[in-house]
């Protein structure tokens, strides 16, 4: 590696913390998995929820999901995380960050969910009601493998805002990756060099993310043979 | 109790705004922007989109925390000027959303049919002109609504703004738990107040949508 690099306080930054900086990103990936996992088993369920119009409960998750697209995610985190321990509920801020992530993507999730479902053709669902299928059937059966190659890339671009959302988790003081940039930078109070490294670490993760995403795009797009039969 | 909920009120609703400029001024400065990221992505010669590409490639994949940092603490070192907070925040904000906004842009621009240049050029507009009368109007009342979604966003991102000091709606909320000791009712006018305002944004855009789709029928 040319001289410029190695020699650069960036490098050395890096290399001398590179245990706390590796701690952080795992830390930032665990906030992630949980997040993923949960925030789309809630958005599932609400959007499973309210396929059929049911009255109050659709209101209530109309109105959850209208709040949560409304306000920031750092407010969200705050309100959470200071919030709830007001309230008698006291919880780490693991907890409090993954249960934002949950709550926020989530929402977004199901939205993401439910236009997936629109975009599959009402005559699909007709001809379904016709060959004499229950709703449940023709959801598992037809509806709902149609709008898999619409939601699922929504979804990953989804799950690519939840990893730059857990940087935010450092506000409340969650040790993944963003807090331990700040960390190292008030300890040697190099923080141009640290904030440098952890950006080239950001970038280059979320790209992989990206390509990762791609490529189960093109898999996906192979193994839908249903498209064809019309 | 209802004391508490009317005086933090007072306390919080000052730094309303704080966030509000800090939206409108970066919004502009994000658009002009974003036209030129859409110009560079859609140019003739290879190196320019290229340019372009990592550019929104770049901006869309560094969380805005990190970038505000490389900024606030970046600048003063490499270019030796002193930078105010306030700037810092502009100039992030914009930076960043400029990369949304040029995909916006881009998406809209895209759609036009490339005729319209010439066509306008064949009833005698010069290039510009056709340009200015014609493409541009079609590709705002295309993009607006998709605009209108980003810039709800972009108000949203002004709360990452906190991090570095700036007394608008979420360091005011934060700040205000301290003293008063409720943190839900601080956190929940702030709340209410970015939902203000990002709800009559996505209601406009909802408006300005529906408006676009009694215009493309020709009602």
């Not at chain 1, 309230?87 to 993507?105: D, K």
Request: aromatic share 12%.
């Amino acid at each position: 590696m040319p001289d410029f690099i190695t020699e650069s306080m960036t490098y050395i930054l890096f290399m001398d913390h590179r245990d706390v900086f590796l701690m952080g990103l795992v830390r930032s990936f665990y906030a992630l998995a949980a997040g993923m996992v949960l925030a789309t088993v809630l958005g599932l369920a609400c959007a499973l929820l309210t396929y059929n119009d049911r009255g109050w409960l659709n209101k209530i998750i109309r109105l959850y999901i209208t709040v949560i697209r409304n306000t920031p995610f750092l407010v969200q985190l705050y309100l959470i995380y200071f919030g709830l321990p007001s309230l008698g509920v006291r919880l780490s801020a693991f907890e409090t960050g993954t249960l934002t992530i949950m709550l926020n993507s989530g929402a977004y999730i199901s939205d993401i969910i439910k236009a997936g479902i629109q975009a599959v053709e009402k005559g699909q669902s007709e001809a379904a009601e016709a060959l004499g299928l229950s709703t449940a059937q023709r959801f598992r059966l037809i509806i709902f493998p149609q709008a898999l190659p619409q939601i699922i890339p929504s979804v990953m671009g989804q799950y690519l805002i939840m990893f730059q959302d857990t940087s935010l988790m450092a506000m409340v003081s969650y040790p993944e990756l963003t807090r331990s940039i700040m960390d190292v930078g008030n300890e040697t109070y190099y923080f141009v060099e640290a904030f440098i490294v952890g950006g080239v670490i950001y970038l280059v993760v979320l790209n992989v993310m990206e390509l990762l995403s791609g490529l189960v795009e093109r898999r996906f797009r192979l193994k839908t043979p249903g498209r064809r039969m019309a | 109790m209802l004391q508490t909920v009317y005086n933090t009120f007072l306390v919080i609703v000052r730094a309303y705004p704080m966030t509000l400029i800090l939206s409108v001024l970066p919004f502009f400065l994000a658009l002009i922007l974003g036209f030129i990221v859409a110009w560079l992505k859609m140019a003739k010669w290879r190196p320019l989109r290229i340019v372009g590409t990592l550019y929104v490639n770049f901006f869309r994949n560094l969380p805005y925390i990190i970038l505000i940092f490389i900024i606030y603490y970046g600048v003063p070192v490499w270019f030796e000027i002193d930078i105010d907070k306030y700037t810092v925040a502009v100039l992030s904000l914009s930076l960043n959303q400029a990369a949304y906004f040029g995909e916006i842009i881009r998406g809209g621009l895209s759609k036009i049919q490339t005729g319209q240049i010439e066509a306008g050029e064949a009833i005698g507009l010069s290039r510009w002109q056709s340009l200015r009368f014609i493409v541009i109007p079609q590709v705002m009342y295309a993009v607006t609504p998709a605009l209108m979604g980003q810039a709800t966003q972009l108000i949203k991102s002004t709360s990452v703004i906190s991090v570095i000091g700036i007394t608008e709606l979420a360091m005011v909320g934060r700040a205000t738990t301290i003293s008063t000791h409720a943190p839900f009712v601080c956190f929940t006018w702030v709340a209410i107040m970015y939902f203000v305002v990002c709800y009559m944004l996505q209601w406009l855009a909802r408006k300005i949508e529906r408006k676009n789709l009694r215009i493309m029928r020709g009602t």
